[in-house]
């Protein structure tokens, strides 16, 4: 019987997912790192996935193909709709409509075939832009939906999803992850980083990254454009 713990780990390249791999790492886990090719703006955010699997010794690092910019509906998938560069009312044009759900269902089809119980993703309820695929109501619901939808699950080998950063503050989350050695200058969090990785500066998550930094007292590395 294989007795190695395992966990699938959904990887965007930012800081966040960079974080819970460091997490999985520290309980044990031998992690497995899957990523989306999904039509996104910009392909910064896949190098710098890459860039930290290879860096935290990941078992294997996945990265999948979709085609979320066909249904268009996000300024992360539609070019003709503006990134905000100020914060905004309600859910914001960045939210990509079911992301979350298909990115959990693929990271539990590969969780079954590799025997794997854990999922995890770094969702975060405080510092987060007001998605509700981010929400703890949300990896609840579907961790009962993956043990309902699946031949381990019905047999008695249930999933667990995992979000340890749920209910973090963006300060908290990298103060956790410097503690555990992550190299936060891989990691890019723009929503619309150049080529080279560079950041915008204006965007929520580079406004809600900067302030993380601030808050706890270290340097941002990011490089911005």
């Known amino acids: 019987m294989n ?3 395992r966990a699938v780990i959904l990887l965007s390249g930012g800081l966040d997912s ?3 791999v460091a997490m999985a790492q520290a309980q044990g886990y031998s ?6 090719d999904y039509g996104q703006r910009h392909r ?3 190098n710098a996935a890459a860039r930290v699997a290879r860096d935290m010794g990941v078992v294997e690092h996945k990265v999948i193909g979709l085609d979320l ?3 268009g509906g996000s300024a992360l998938t539609d070019n003709s709709i503006d990134v905000p560069e100020a914060p905004t009312e309600g859910i914001p044009v960045t ?5 979350n759900t298909v990115f959990l269902a693929l990271a539990l089809g590969w969780a079954e075939v590799l025997q794997a119980r854990d999922i995890f993703i770094g969702v975060n309820a405080v510092d987060y832009s007001g ?3 981010c929400r703890p109501e949300f990896v609840e619901a579907f961790e009962t939906m993956a043990n309902l939808a699946t031949k381990a699950g019905v047999e008695g080998q249930g999933f667990r999803i995992q979000a340890p950063l749920q209910n973090m503050s963006k300060a908290q989350i990298i103060q956790a992850g410097i503690e555990r050695g992550v190299n936060y200058a891989l990691t890019v969090s723009c929503y619309q980083a150049d080529d080279q990785g560079r950041a915008c500066g204006k965007c929520d998550s580079c406004r809600l990254r900067a302030e993380g930094f601030h808050a706890v007292g270290v ?3 990011t490089p911005y454009f």
Do not use: I, Q
């Open 44 to 46: 910064a955010e896949l």
């Open 31 to 36: 992690c497995y790192t899957m990523s989306f």
């Open 131 to 133: 998605y509700p695929d």
């Open 18 to 20: 960079a974080t819970v």
């Open 95 to 99: 939210y990509v409509p079911a992301r």
């Open 69 to 71: 910019n066909g249904m």
């Open 3 to 5: 007795t190695e713990k």
């Open 219 to 221: 340097a941002d590395p």
